[in-house]
């Protein structure tokens, strides 16, 4: 069954520290995979997206995430956080070829202190 | 570019009457939209996907009847809750993508706050 799981709820760091928003899914088809993030009452926005070209790809706002097959992750990083980047993170995973078949992990909610 | 304006951004009604929320695609056309529903704390619920010019498709459990969803030109879709009661408060999101497919990201409107009072 096609799945995706983010495996922290709630991530918190210092400002300037590292940021690490974990990703693994499940599937049988090879997915394309995005990380969107949310900040309060507003809609999603994409950071980044893996569509089976490199597997390190670099997003907005200083985000990239690593493609690894073999654990079938798809984690978000950035190497020093800022005190905007506080805001919902969804990593999401499209398992068909229309691409009409999404699923939304729960979401994590990264917050920075100073 | 990929700009999605969804239309109003908060809206508080009465418990019986239907309110109307718009979605439109502001610099590309979408065959296809989705409307999603989320709750405090919580992802995104897919609740419908909106083609333009036939019958919107709806996920399980999500009640045609109650949300009603139009599809009539390539860059505006609507979603009408009809008589709405307190349990549809919620925030309401829609998305379109630029271009077919798996690899073409979701762009999103900005949501809409709905409470029924």
């Known amino acids: 069954a096609q799945s995706v799981t983010q495996l922290d709820s709630h991530v918190s760091v210092s400002e300037g520290t590292p940021v690490l928003l974990r990703c693994n899914y499940s599937?049988?088809?090879?997915?394309?995979l995005f990380w969107y993030v949310q900040h309060p009452n507003k809609g999603l926005q994409l950071l980044l997206k893996?569509?089976?070209?490199?597997?390190l790809v670099k997003g907005i706002n200083g985000f990239e995430a690593e493609f690894k097959k073999s654990e079938t992750s798809f984690h978000l990083t950035k190497p020093s956080a800022h005190m905007s980047d506080a805001a919902e993170y969804f990593c999401v995973v499209s398992f068909n070829q229309a691409g009409t078949a999404l699923i939304f992990g729960k979401g994590t909610t990264l917050s920075v202190s100073s | 570019g990929a700009v999605v304006s969804q239309h109003p951004s908060w809206v508080i009604c009465k418990s019986g009457t239907s309110v109307k929320i718009e979605c439109r695609s502001l610099?590309?056309?979408?065959?296809?939209m989705f409307w999603y529903r989320q709750f405090p704390k919580q992802s995104l619920m897919l609740m419908a996907t909106s083609n333009e010019g036939s019958k919107a498709t709806y996920e399980q459990g999500v009640e045609k009847d109650k949300f009603l969803i139009n599809h009539a030109s390539l860059t505006l879709s609507t979603l009408t809750v009809t008589s709405a009661h307190p349990e549809d408060s919620s925030f309401y999101i829609c998305?379109?993508?630029?271009?077919?497919?798996?690899?073409?990201?979701?762009?999103f409107g900005n949501g809409t706050r709905l409470t029924v009072t």
């Open positions: 893996y569509t089976s070209a490199a597997t």
């Open positions: 599937s049988s088809y090879s997915p394309s």
């Open positions: 998305s379109a993508r630029w271009e077919a497919g798996s690899n073409s990201p979701l762009h």
């Open positions: 610099d590309f056309q979408a065959t296809t």
